[in-house]
């Protein structure tokens, strides 16, 4: 049988993987994965496996405590946020795919998901973004937010280094945003910001980066969708400013139990763009 060879598999959720008491729901996950391999192995690959923001949550570095600010864990001590998130996805893929990590790996190339890590205590936050080789076994690339929305003005670990969104795989110039990243590119969101402020300072140097960049593909970790709206004018901003773009797509975790604005089909039809195979977890 010839198999089907696609750019982007996005991993489509519509509840929490995780229940009310922070207990993870293996069972659900396994399930999931199981008919998205029963479906594509053997017969489909991707380059690219894409789930949401967020839908992975870790453990604040003890060792950090409740007391540094903010500039002192963007400017200090990022690296052990990736280690913490290195622990993460190694109980992902070690703990609860172990038995399918193999035939994930033979049905896709690279694997992109966002991992939040909370201090229940400071109310701090970081939303990491990481890139995992699946034939070599490691995560190759962490990036994370930069560009936080209102609320998380005072809160939001940041990462500040901009190069870290920007990464060629597979002969392609690929782009990876954290959840409200992609605002940058919202003509309403930038007609409230003043262009010396911090965010018009930041949207515009993003903004020159990637379009020195040249983008290929484009890959969104949003946290939840419940409408295209959200996303629906940065995207056509971005097409048309960065017309490059063959591939894009935001990962999608839809609250269909929580009253959402639009349909499924609706969100999933208007957050892509190019070759993208959307599987629904159920």
């Not at 998901?113 to 109310?123: H, T, V, Y």
């Not at 699946?134 to 003005?153: C, D, E, N």
């Not at 996303?231 to 894009?248: G, I, Q, R």
Request: hydrophobic share 35%; with cysteine.
């Amino acid at each position: 049988m010839k198999i089907e060879k696609h750019k982007i598999a996005r991993l489509v959720i519509q509840q929490p993987l995780y229940d009310e008491n922070g207990n993870f729901k293996k069972r659900f996950v396994l399930k999931g994965i199981n008919d998205f391999l029963t479906k594509t192995h053997g017969k489909n690959h991707f380059e690219f496996l894409v789930m949401a923001g967020g839908v992975l949550q870790w453990f604040w570095p003890s060792e950090l405590g409740a007391n540094l600010s903010i500039d002192s864990l963007e400017g200090k001590h990022l690296y052990k946020f990736f280690s913490a998130g290195n622990g993460a996805i190694s109980n992902f893929f070690e703990n609860i795919l172990k038995d399918y990590y193999k035939k994930l790996s033979d049905v896709t190339d690279y694997f992109t998901i966002g991992i939040d890590i909370r201090n229940p205590k400071s109310k701090q936050l970081i939303e990491l973004v990481l890139v995992a080789d699946l034939k070599k076994s490691k995560v190759i690339r962490w990036t994370g937010k930069f560009y936080p929305a209102g609320s998380q003005k005072n809160n939001l670990v940041k990462i500040n280094d901009l190069k870290t969104h920007f990464i060629r795989l597979n002969n392609q110039n690929v782009v990876i945003l954290g959840c409200h990243d992609l605002m940058v590119y919202s003509p309403r969101g930038q007609a409230m910001v003043t262009p010396d402020s911090w965010k018009g300072e930041v949207s515009a140097d993003f903004r020159r980066q990637c379009s020195k960049f040249k983008p290929d593909i484009v890959l969104q970790h949003p946290h939840e969708t419940d409408s295209p709206n959200i996303w629906n004018l940065a995207w056509k901003t971005l097409e048309k400013e960065l017309p490059s773009v063959k591939h894009y797509v935001s990962g999608i975790y839809f609250p269909k139990d929580e009253e959402p604005r639009s349909t499924l089909e609706k969100v999933l039809e208007q957050t892509k763009k190019g070759d993208v195979l959307d599987i629904v977890l159920m």
